[in-house]
């Protein structure tokens, strides 16, 4: 006896409108969530608080000892948003452009890349998306020696802790032990330093080339260094100690943060694979069997095939970068 009429819907099309009802609610669930990290109340509160504390603070920004653009087109990039924080970037990545050379060049990189290949008759999808990605190589090359550089502050950083303490257990003053750190210290957290004793003696209070400091190179340990060396100067006490034990504590946090990433190279490497196994396949079948492939980008239902499945692993990507960082 048939259960389910012939006409209407069977079981597999109800399992199936289930499953895609329940994928719907997860996705909704999932972007409400994300949301509500980046913009919910808590998140809105800690901004208005880090607001007030930058509006209290009397340091000006790192960025006014950068010479800003020139000109009209100048003062119009100064206007944009993104300016500033590419600015920035550039500052924290020690490159001494501005940020409209960056975004000139990279509208170059990509003008010419689209120009080549429409000379060479490719197809105007593929062009267009390898253009993008010529336009992208100079925003990727900020963003890898910004973070090499950071990398390499926050590991020299406890030696540089370490020879401060000894230079102030010695006799010598903060200062004179902030200008022996910058002289002993190896790049680039000698230039930071120096950066810092000049400031001092250029004019600048302690706590505005600390602030400097800290936008010049964002990091928590850091962070934690300038807070020690405000509360001594305000309440007193033994620096010295408090800058030894701080280079001991982010010892520890170094190596808690390499047992880490060691236990965690299995599913970082598993994400790595998973991001680059369709690009990779795709890649091979245009090669090995092209007239299976040109449907994608010539017809045109492949083409908004290939836009939305582009869409959807880009989205994937981003929740596996978020899944596979682990901050310490």
């Known amino acids: 006896m048939n259960l389910w009429p012939e006409r209407g819907w069977g079981a597999p099309s109800l399992v199936l409108a289930l499953l895609v009802l329940v994928s719907l609610l997860l996705l909704l669930e999932g972007l409400y969530l994300l949301w509500r990290s980046a913009y919910g109340?808590?998140?809105?509160?800690?901004?208005?608080?880090?607001?007030?504390?930058?509006?209290?603070?009397?340091?000006?920004?790192?960025?006014?000892?950068?010479?800003a653009p020139s000109g009209p087109l100048g003062a119009l990039l100064q206007r944009l948003p993104m300016i500033e924080r590419t600015q920035l970037a550039l500052?924290?990545?020690?490159?001494?452009?501005?940020?409209?050379?960056?975004?000139?060049?990279?509208?170059?990189?990509?003008?010419?890349?689209?120009?080549l290949l429409r000379l060479l008759h490719v197809p105007t999808g593929p062009a267009a998306l390898t253009a993008l990605a010529t336009g992208l190589a100079p925003w990727v090359y900020l963003w890898l020696r910004r973070q090499r550089r950071l990398h390499t502050l926050q590991r020299q950083l406890p030696e540089a802790l370490d020879l401060m303490a000894r230079a102030m257990r010695a006799g010598h003053a903060f200062s004179s032990a902030l200008q022996m750190a910058g002289q002993e210290m190896s790049e680039p957290m000698a230039i930071e330093l120096r950066t810092v004793h000049e400031e001092v003696n250029f004019g600048l209070t302690l706590p505005q080339a600390l602030a400097h400091l800290l936008d010049r190179v964002p990091l928590t340990d850091l962070r934690y260094f300038v807070v020690a060396v405000s509360i001594q100067r305000e309440s007193g006490g033994n620096l010295a100690d408090v800058l030894g034990k701080l280079a001991q504590l982010i010892r520890a946090r170094l190596r808690l943060l390499d047992r880490v990433r060691v236990l965690s190279s299995e599913g970082r490497l598993s994400a790595w694979i998973l991001v680059l196994m369709p690009f990779a396949l795709a890649g091979l079948l245009a090669l090995f069997n092209p007239t299976f492939m040109r449907p994608l980008w010539t017809d045109p239902m492949g083409i908004t095939l290939l836009q939305a499945m582009l869409a959807v692993m880009l989205l994937g990507i981003a929740l596996i970068a978020r899944i596979v960082r682990i901050r310490v």
Do not use: D, E
């Open 41 to 67: 109340g808590p998140a809105r509160q800690r901004r208005q608080r880090l607001l007030a504390l930058r509006r209290r603070t009397q340091a000006p920004s790192a960025l006014a000892a950068r010479p």
């Open 91 to 115: 500052l924290q990545a020690n490159l001494r452009w501005q940020a409209g050379q960056l975004l000139a060049l990279s509208v170059l990189a990509a003008l010419i890349a689209l120009g």
